[in-house]
Nanobody, 115 residues
Framework: QVQLVESGGGLVQAGGSLRLSCTASESTYRFNAMGWYRQAPGKQRELVAVISSGGITNYPDSVKGRFAISRDYARNTVYLEMNRLKPEDTAVYYC?????????WGQGTQVTVSS
């Protein structure tokens, strides 16, 4: 059972930056992809960023150019660098690992952007 632990959330003013980290309980070499999702109150969970085992990244238009995902295989960690944050980025951010036919999730970390 893969465990994912997120960190780095918090309160930031609009225009500011945060970096989220997600560390897996085992080597991530066999993970097909890792990603970040977010869920705001009253809304569905949505994809924020994903990175494949080959390093290919994908972002929705809402964060493209502001967010960047990266992987550190030596540390079993995936990062989400968030810049030029907006109040609409406020949500609980979840780390995801896709392995074969299974998805694993972290417990979530709160990001709040004040205007």
């Amino acid at each position: 059972q893969v465990q994912l632990v997120e960190s780095g959330g918090g309160l930031v003013q609009a225009g500011g930056s945060l970096r989220l980290s997600c560390t897996a309980s085992e080597s991530t070499y066999r993970f097909n992809a890792m990603g970040w999702y977010r869920q705001a109150p009253g809304k569905q969970r949505e994809l924020v960023a994903v990175i494949s085992s080959g390093g290919i990244t994908n972002y929705p238009d809402s964060v493209k150019g502001r967010f960047a995902i990266s992987r550190d295989y030596a540390r079993n960690t995936v990062y989400l660098e968030m810049n030029r944050l907006k109040p609409e980025d406020t949500a609980v951010y979840y780390c995801n690992a896709h392995i074969g036919n299974y998805d694993y999730w972290g417990q979530g970390t709160q990001v709040t952007v004040s205007s």
